[in-house]
């Protein structure tokens, strides 16, 4: 895989979307390196599927079923020191809503492959020896010049008693939500028109190995000008990073995540797309795991407001940690 710069990938965006040509592409966080296949289904190096479109395979050989995920988080009094430094930002106003993210080694007998080849999610990209991503969540789709996200914001465990109504009711969740879709559809309107929520607060079931667990995601829409494939790398590039995994206002919440988390995330809550002549659609590189020297490492984290509990934040990042399939 050739690394590429940010703005060779928005240029070829566009290039190619005037032209008509299908490409994939992904781009990481810091927006410091990424890449652009064209004709991708014609490549196996770099394997993707989009709600069950790309180059995914099956395996070639039978797997036990004695599959296993075993993680070794960091401590509540760890995770508390890096939730104080985003407490301390959300204090003196330079944040609504923070987005913090830990990383857990963890062991698991399947590679990162493996783990793409059995995933049962929407959003899959698998970069051999780098990472692989079972996401659940949209960045941005364009069907017909119609331009949608859906950012996903709240998550609780199914078998907690009434879990819908407790999410939807959470004082927190609610006001962490608002934040992100109100930002979302301000990153929306900087190319489209008739920007509006189409849906609010909507439920979304994600089966794991481990246990169920419920999303709750909203869906803005808008309409894009006709000439958009031309400028379909402009567009995408407006709204980095993805603000659900960033926070709002964006500048200075960058700098909140950068003093917290310490290192760069990477490829982790970047994002990656694919255009196929026409539309487009792309997935938040959530639910990933990455290649560490040899070491499997789970990403996650959740949305930080002067309303959360650390504790339950740190519960929420542990119980993402999980194997995309029953």
């Keep these: 895989m050739e690394s590429l710069s940010p703005d060779l990938i928005q240029r ?66 760890e995770y508390a020191d890096l939730f104080q430094v985003v407490k ?36 899959q990209l698998y970069v051999p020896d780098r990472f692989v991503c079972f996401s659940p969540e949209r960045f941005v789709q364009i069907d017909s010049g119609r331009i949608s996200t859906c950012p996903m914001k709240g998550t609780i465990n199914a078998e907690i008693d009434e879990a819908e109504k407790v999410i939807l009711a959470d004082f927190k969740e609610s006001a962490e939500h608002a934040t992100i879709v109100d930002l979302l559809r301000n ?27 419920l999303q709750v995601s909203s869906e803005i829409t808008g309409r894009l000008p006709d000439d958009y494939p031309a400028n379909i790398g402009d567009i995408i590039f407006r709204m980095l990073p993805c603000g659900s995994c960033s926070g709002a206002p964006k500048e200075s919440t960058l700098d909140i995540i950068r003093r917290a988390e310490a290192k760069p995330r990477g490829y982790y809550t970047g994002v990656y797309g694919y255009f196929d002549g026409h539309n487009f659609d792309s997935g938040v590189l959530i639910r990933f795991i990455e290649n560490n020297g040899g070491q499997m490492v789970f990403r996650s984290g959740g949305g930080i407001t002067a309303y959360s509990s650390m504790e339950s934040e740190y519960i929420e990042a542990i119980e993402k940690i999980y194997l995309p399939f029953v």
Excluded: H
């Excluded at 810091?30 to 289904?41: A, H, K, M, S, V």
């Excluded at 003196?92 to 059995?118: K, M, V």
């Excluded at 190319?191 to 849906?199: I, N």
């Design 12 to 77: 070829e965006m566009n290039r190619l979307g005037l032209d008509g040509q299908k490409f994939l592409f992904a781009v990481n966080f810091e927006l410091t390196e990424g890449f652009i296949i064209e004709n991708p289904e014609n490549q196996t190096e770099i394997l993707y599927e989009i709600w069950g479109r790309g180059n995914k395979k099956p395996l070639n050989k039978p797997l036990a079923d004695n599959f296993y995920l075993t993680s070794k988080p960091m401590s509540q009094r």
């Design 88 to 123: 301390d930002g959300l204090a003196r106003g330079d944040s609504y809503l923070t987005n913090l993210t830990i990383a857990t080694d963890i062991e698991c007998p399947l590679s990162l492959e493996e783990i793409f080849q059995l995933s049962n999610s929407p959003y």
């Design 187 to 213: 990153d929306l309107s900087l190319s489209a028109m008739e920007v509006r929520v189409s849906r609010y607060r909507y439920i979304d079931r994600i089966k794991t190995r481990q246990r169920e667990i």
